[in-house]
Nanobody, 126 residues
Framework: QVQLVESGGGSVQAGGSLSVSCAAS????????MGWFRQAPGKEREGVIF???????TKSTDSVKGRFTISRDNAKTLFLQMNSLKPEDTGVYFC????????????????????WGQGTQVNVSS
């Protein structure tokens, strides 16, 4: 079974930077949508930023625009660079891959992503 393994994250003060990586256990062909969700305690998991590999376009929630960058090395590795972090960015970050279909026109929900990372804690203190 395909597994996504995350690494990185951690704790920083507001204004600092963190990164998270996501590596697939095997090469995944036809993965056209990949990205990051996050979940704060007691809150729903929300889409944060996504990469459509068919045209390399990105889509992100307004709250992270200009601060978060998504990139990839290949179909096995996904990266998230988080700059100018704010306390409201605190949560568990999950990478997710969606094969066969391009990213939706709007920010996606969790449905349709069969491959998930284990989650990485990101803590931003004030």
């Amino acid at each position: 079974q395909v597994q996504l393994v995350e690494s990185g994250g951690g704790s920083v003060q507001a204004g600092g930077s963190l990164s998270v990586s996501c590596a697939a256990s095997e090469y995944l062909s036809s993965v056209y949508c990949m990205g990051w969700f996050r979940q704060a305690p007691g809150k729903e998991r929300e889409g944060v930023i996504f990469l459509d590999t068919s045209d390399m376009s990105t889509k992100s929630t307004d709250s992270v625009k200009g601060r978060f960058t998504i990139s990839r090395d290949n179909a096995k590795t996904l990266f998230l660079q988080m700059n100018s972090l704010k306390p409201e960015d605190t949560g568990v970050y999950f990478c997710a891959f969606r094969p066969y279909l391009k990213c939706p026109l709007t920010l996606p929900g969790t449905a349709g992503f069969p491959y998930w990372g284990q989650g990485t804690q990101v803590n931003v203190s004030s």
